[in-house]
């Protein structure tokens, strides 16, 4: 049985993150959820059983994501209006409760199977910081890109150089774009003036999510908080993006795609091992298999065959994300950026 001050104080402390990033209203659902397991309600049932779950925020971001997914497929039903005004005052802590409590009542093998199911998320905010390390790439190479990503779930960032993005004043990218981007810039900025040449994409990833399905695309929809529709919108734009590009990511684990990414040689191309937000999920066997075999890649890198990794990734878990980026021959590891974990704001060094 589930330790119900465990499970309400796991919940409560991701609320706390939610606040921290910008969806008071995720947090607020969190914690009325957190009340109704203190009072012995259907939350602590439904999610009995996940007690040896690693980590415990994972079950709180299932379980809101299990909800606003609810919410997307039934847009005129009680919870669904309170999602789509989810930005606003909306209801009090009890009403909120009451309907929470009765949509998970009333729908309870959708809930059920939705917490079977790991959190599912590519943030494409994500490409507001990457792109400026793309930049740097192609400034100090002059050759064009074959991008590797790991971990890259549907692969949206992979579109990353379709968008279009406001630096503070500056702005780089297609007018046009299905995607805007416009992230809190403070310091200097990337080499915007570099001639950026994806030639190559690939992605990989041990679950991917093949955004051609509808099923998936909601999937990834349901967790994007829902009083940040910015995200929404911009998640639905990569996908038209990722639709057009052919992107597909393939279901392999890292370690085997960066090797193979090696095998072959690309003269006259940097091949650039990118990741976001991934590092962390990998055992630290597998993390330093990875490294040394980008190092080694390295090694007998040329100016005419360079090697890139560029990495957005806490350097400590409890660390913002910084952007780091290495360039071989050379591989001196360079310092570009700290950023929000969904690039909402970026510090550029
Ligand atoms: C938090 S998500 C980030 C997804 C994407 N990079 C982004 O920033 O939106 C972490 C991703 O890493 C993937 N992952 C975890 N371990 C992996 C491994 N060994 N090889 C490939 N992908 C992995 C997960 O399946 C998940 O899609």
């Not at 990569?238 to 003269?267: M, N």
């Not at 890649?297 to 990495?311: C, H, I, M, Q």
């Not at 990734?313 to 360079?334: F, H, M, N």
Request: with cysteine; hydrophobic share 40%; glycine share 10%.
């Amino acid at each position: 049985m589930t330790d119900p001050i465990g499970a309400a104080d796991a919940l409560k402390l991701q609320a706390d993150f939610c606040d921290h990033l910008g969806s008071p209203f995720t947090g607020r659902v969190l914690r009325v959820l957190a009340r109704d397991i203190a009072m012995g309600g259907i939350v602590e049932d439904l999610i009995s059983g996940f007690e040896d779950e690693p980590v415990a925020a994972a079950l709180a971001l299932r379980v809101a994501g299990a909800l606003h997914r609810r919410a997307l497929d039934d847009p005129s039903g009680p919870l669904g209006e309170i999602y789509a005004a989810a930005g606003g005052a909306g209801p009090n802590d009890d009403a909120l409760r009451a309907v929470l409590v009765e949509d998970i009542a009333q729908n309870r093998p959708h809930y059920d199977a939705y917490l079977e199911g790991p959190p599912q998320t590519n943030e494409v905010g994500r490409s507001g910081v990457m792109i400026g390390g793309y930049l740097s790439i192609a400034e100090q190479t002059g050759l064009p890109l074959h991008v590797f990503e790991i971990g890259a779930s549907a692969g949206l960032n992979l579109g990353c150089d379709r968008f279009f993005y406001r630096f503070g004043e500056e702005v780089w990218g297609d007018a046009a774009s299905s995607v805007s981007l416009a992230p809190d810039w403070q310091g200097g900025l990337p080499p915007l003036h570099a001639d950026l040449q994806i030639a190559e994409r690939q992605g990989c990833d041990i679950a991917p999510v093949d955004v051609g399905q509808h099923e998936n695309q909601r999937r990834l929809e349901s967790y994007i908080w829902p009083d940040q529709p910015e995200r929404l919108a911009r998640l639905r734009g990569a996908v038209s993006i990722a639709k057009e590009l052919e992107i597909r990511v393939i279901h392999e684990s890292a370690d085997v795609f960066v090797e193979k990414a090696f095998q072959a040689p690309a003269p006259q191309a940097v091949r650039v091992i990118a990741h976001t937000i991934m590092w962390q999920y990998m055992p630290e066997d597998m993390q330093a298999r990875i490294e040394s075999t980008i190092r080694q890649a390295g090694e007998t890198a040329s100016g005419e065959s360079p090697v890139a990794w560029l990495r957005l990734e806490p350097v400590d878990v409890k660390d913002p994300p910084s952007l780091r980026l290495a360039v071989w021959p050379g591989g001196e590891t360079q310092e570009l950026a700290i950023a929000h974990p969904h690039g909402a704001s970026v510090k550029w060094l």
